[in-house]
């Protein structure tokens, strides 16, 4: 995943992005945010929606086997606006963070991960 800003860090306009997109090395996922075609689909969708990998989504993503429960995990910041595919939406679970924990774009990392997932399936438990 790459910001727009990003993107012009590394030398590119937004000519650039453009015909990266049209010739298709760069899949724009949401206005501002790309990706390359071959990113993992989890991330990429996390990023649609806002956010990044969490919880087991995460763990999946940094190869660990873990149980999961169907759903796409991803974290957003506390201050974020809902999605509308998100909200009453079964298959997103979507951790709110005051603070973002520590990882990359794509996920958070595997520390933080197993941390939220501790909570989540806690939460779970609980109803």
Do not use: F
């Given at each position: ?32 945010w ?7 689909p ?14 087991v ?60 997932a ?10």
């Amino acid at each position: 995943m790459a910001s727009t800003a990003q993107l012009h860090a590394l030398g590119l306009d937004d000519m650039d992005i453009r015909i990266s997109t049209w010739y298709g090395t760069l899949v724009r996922v949401r206005r501002g945010w790309y990706a390359q075609p071959h990113a993992d689909p989890a991330a990429v969708e996390a990023c649609r929606l806002g956010g990044r990998l969490a919880c087991v989504s995460a763990l999946k993503y940094h190869g660990e086997e873990v149980a999961d429960d169907g759903r796409l995990h991803i974290e957003v910041p506390a201050n974020a606006v809902p999605r509308p595919e998100t909200v009453g939406n079964d298959a997103v679970r979507v951790h709110w963070a005051r603070h973002p924990s520590p990882g990359d774009q794509a996920a958070v990392d595997a520390v933080a991960a197993h941390r939220q997932a501790g909570r989540c399936a806690a939460r779970t438990a609980r109803g």
